[in-house]
T-cell receptor, first 115, second 111 residues
């Protein structure tokens, strides 16, 4: 089992460029989510999905788009990168939503720098 | 999230010493999760607490949930360098589809 796989591990973008952070899980988890981690801010929820075709916003959704066409994949898109989006991004999944008893499984993160 | 406050923000202890990390919620807790993050890596799930008074242990790490105080504590006994990392507490909110996390506690253990 690979668990949650994120690619790339590192990325440098120039302001205004676009890119997609990939996230895939092989655990057949319905719930998937994206977080960004900044010093002193902890993890902040960007977007989440409770199943294929269903997405919703978290705490800090501005500047990011997501889609969930399959159970396995949950890509995060930056349409026009800004320096404020420099951060470490984590993808996480769990077995189900609304249960309150399913821990999140995390990928190893993507370190993004926007210059 | 400011809804979950962790203390202390950082901690340096001598190997072999005990330590406690606290996580306090400003809202009702429906469940509390503890994670550990090694520097530069992803988060590893440690424990989940769901009922007031619940206490769980894994090796030398014990976590307890005080539902009335909306607080959880993580206690490490006889710390080792392998315990070093960032400890984060997390909780479910609202419609149970949103996991929120505290800002983390950085732990260093001196050999």
């Amino acid at each position: 089992n690979a668990g949650v796989t994120q690619t790339p591990k590192f990325q440098v973008l120039k302001t205004g460029q676009s890119m997609t952070l990939q996230c895939a899980q092989d655990m057949n988890h319905e719930y998937m989510s994206w977080y960004r981690q900044d010093p002193g801010m902890g993890l902040r929820l960007i977007h989440y999905s409770v199943g294929a075709g269903i997405t919703d916003q978290g705490e800090v959704p501005n500047g990011y788009n997501v889609s969930r066409s399959t159970t396995e994949d949950f890509p995060l898109r930056l349409l026009s990168a800004a320096p404020s989006q420099t951060s470490v991004y984590f993808c996480a999944s769990s077995t189900g939503s609304g249960q309150g008893n399913s821990p999140l499984h995390f990928g190893n993160g993507t370190r993004l720098t926007v210059t | 999230s400011q809804e979950l406050e962790q203390s202390p923000q950082s901690l340096i202890v001598q190997e072999g010493k005990n330590l406690t990390i606290n996580c306090t919620s400003s809202k009702t807790l429906y469940g509390l999760y503890w994670y550990k993050q090694k520097y530069g890596e992803g988060l590893i799930f440690l424990m989940m607490l769901q009922k007031g008074g619940e206490e769980k242990s894994h090796e030398k790490i014990t976590a307890k949930l005080d539902e009335k105080k909306q607080q959880s504590s993580l206690h490490i006994t006889a710390s080792q360098p392998s315990h070093a990392g960032i400890y984060l507490c997390g909780a479910l909110r609202g419609n149970f589809n949103k996991f929120y996390f505290g800002s983390g506690t950085k732990l260093n253990v001196k050999p």
